[in-house]
């Protein structure tokens, strides 16, 4: 009853629902599933808007699974148990019917995940306003240890969250300059859609904001999915609902949808539409040459319909194709890289072309090679030879590649190869990658994820003040808390029509009034900074907290972030929190300035 992610595949359809993954089969083709199949079971669902997730096949059509912060599960696999805690992603190859942890990171929840045309993976945090390369976040790290987190690629300015959903633009219906761009949705706050650059910068990658893409003056707008049609326009998913999110809303409220939604699809009217290719019953060699098409999900499609044609009829086909194609073309070595993950979703991996192509000109060809080889080890017996020659390639995303590999490697293998790896460049990216491979394989702990210091108060506070104010920092920085909307720094997301909370009558100025707001919660039109916000995004209530976190907290606020303003005690919260028991729901703003004007 809660389907959070699917993903088709020849067999059938994967689904996620709550503890399972379940195996919908249509048996008699009226389209209708007549056969569910338990596949795994075991996945953590105690908290649902975290559960598996945002399903998203690679090239070899194995499933990536995101799975938020809080939960711990406990899979028992044909291959032996895989576990996990906290945030990260899963990948299940349906092939080998095997799953694994491929990246444990310090994340909330994940909730969106794209391939590149390389086959490079991106996803977005969700709770967080990143978008992260999640390659260098899947170095094998043990059970209660962090990968580190690869860094964000969206500007400062433009940040926004919650997001959903992630797409890579990639057809031709679209114009030329923003092919590889990468689409992310929002919603709540922004209520949108933002476009981002995606482009090469060494070893990893860098990005700016491109456009607004589209956004809704609609505050139930709620833009959850996006996929690209065989006619080259993109389809994008609205939920739409008058509430979003579980802690400012009872789950039983009786204003949430549970019946509508929408469905928009977005053209580009001064470019033709694509001619869809023929991809359902298509004869093999047809199908080989939609692997030559410049749009992504197409060549998706047709990767997924040949892993369900019989293996020796599409491998004598590859061959007989690969041989006749022109090396003097445009994206030949592309065309290969397509040949080579078509063998491998066959989990019949082509190794004399997995040699060529590690050693292909184009440096994304030769780390897509690496990534194949990654997982092709139970077919090619000389695998930690080739990562051994991988990590001394010129490129430093080959290496980066090669790394990652070794490191799910057997330890004395892997040793050799990472410290090989230490002979050769090591730069920004890298380097977290490295460091956590070779402490992995020599079997120390993974250092902690850490954790920014406190900031000093703006002014010096006695000790009793300053325990409140070191209390009040941990508060405000717990998941869910002040942080998650307001940031480190105070200075809140504009984008996401969060305000700042540094350098602000809000926080500085009436106790009272912000005992309230805190206790109560805010929800109306605000002006903050002399920057009107429209008010769509609720405060969340925090009632449940203590007086004394309460107290804590709003001291942390009021003296960090260059803010300088009286300490606030317990028994005032206390007589707060007495005086307004009988209010009911949130404080509009414009009511606590009437009762509390700013000073």
């Known amino acids: 009853h809660l ?18 993954l379940m195996l919908l089969r249509d048996t008699d083709g009226d389209d209708k599933a007549d056969v569910r199949e338990t596949v795994l079971s075991g996945f953590d ?12 096949a690679d090239p070899s059509g194995a499933i990536y699974m995101g799975e938020g912060t809080f939960l711990h599960s406990h899979i028992e696999t ?13 990948r299940y190859a349906p092939q080998r019917k095997h799953l694994e942890r ?18 490079q993976p991106f996803f977005a945090d969700t709770s967080d306003p990143n978008m992260r390369w999640m390659l260098p976040g899947t170095v094998q790290v043990r059970y209660g240890e962090f990968a580190p987190n690869p860094p964000s690629l ?13 797409e890579i633009i990639a057809s031709r219906h679209f114009p030329d300059e923003v092919q590889g761009d990468i689409l992310i949705n929002n919603t709540i706050g922004f209520l949108g859609t933002k476009q981002h650059t995606l482009e090469d910068a060494g070893t990893g990658y860098t ?33 739409h609902n008058v509430l979003v999110g579980h802690m400012q ?4 409220d009786p204003l949430r949808d549970h019946v509508h939604g929408r469905v928009y699809r977005i053209t580009y009217p001064a470019r033709p539409l694509v001619k869809p290719a023929e991809v359902h019953n298509a004869a093999i060699p047809g199908l080989l040459e939609n692997l030559k098409l410049p749009e992504y999900r197409t060549r998706y499609r047709t990767r997924r319909e040949l892993r369900g044609r019989p293996a020796n009829e599409v491998q004598l086909a590859l061959k007989q194709w690969g041989a006749k194609l022109d090396p003097s073309a445009p994206g030949y070595e592309h065309h290969l890289l397509e040949a080579l993950w078509v063998s491998w979703g066959h989990e019949a991996v082509d190794v004399s072309l997995l040699k060529r192509l590690l050693k292909g000109d184009d440096f994304r060809v030769r780390a897509a090679a690496v990534h194949v080889l990654r997982y092709v080890g139970h077919q090619v017996n000389d695998q930690a030879e080739l990562l051994m020659e991988a990590v001394a390639d010129d490129h430093g995303r080959v290496r980066l590649e090669a790394i990652a590999a070794a490191s799910w490697l057997k330890p004395n293998q892997a040793l050799p190869i990472i410290e090989e790896a230490g002979k050769h460049p090591i730069d920004e990216w890298i380097k977290p990658v490295y460091e956590t491979a070779l402490a992995h394989v020599k079997g120390e702990a993974i250092a902690a994820v850490p954790v920014a210091a406190i900031p000093a108060p703006t002014k010096p506070l006695d000790d009793e003040a300053m325990k409140l104010y070191t209390k009040g920092a941990e508060v405000y920085r717990r998941e869910g808390h002040c942080i998650t909307c307001h940031q480190e720094n105070g200075l809140g997301l504009p984008a996401a029509q969060f305000p700042p ?22 929800l109306g039109p605000i002006e903050v900074k002399g920057v009107a916000y429209g008010g769509q995004v609720p405060m969340t209530s925090f009632i449940g907290l203590s007086d004394e976190e309460i107290a804590a907290v709003l001291t942390y606020v009021r003296n960090a972030f260059g803010n300088e303003a009286s300490v606030i005690m317990p028994e005032k919260v206390k007589a707060v929190r007495t005086a307004t028991k009988g209010h009911v729901g949130f404080y509009d703003p414009s009511e606590l300035l009437k009762a509390h004007p700013h000073e």
């Open 3 to 20: 389907p959070t992610g699917f993903e088709f595949a020849p067999e059938g359809v994967y689904v996620a629902q709550g503890t399972h």
């Open 45 to 56: 669902d105690h908290d649902t808007h975290h559960v598996i997730s945002a399903f998203c």
């Open 78 to 90: 044909a291959y032996g148990p895989v576990r996990s805690s906290n945030g990260g992603f899963f």
């Open 102 to 119: 491929s990246a444990r990171l310090s994340i909330p929840n994940p909730w969106g995940t794209a391939f590149d045309d390389w086959g």
């Open 154 to 166: 969206i500007e400062d300015k433009h940040r926004v969250r919650p997001t959903s959903g992630l």
């Open 207 to 239: 990005s700016r904001h491109r456009q607004d893409l589209l956004t809704s003056s609609d505050g139930n707008f709620r833009p959850v999915d996006m996929e690209f049609a065989p006619d080259g326009s993109l389809y994008l998913l609205d939920w």
């Open 249 to 252: 809303h009872s789950a039983r």
């Open 501 to 522: 909370i540094a350098d602000t009558q809000w926080a500085q100025g009436s106790e009272e009034r912000l005992i309230k707001l805190t206790l109560n919660g805010l």
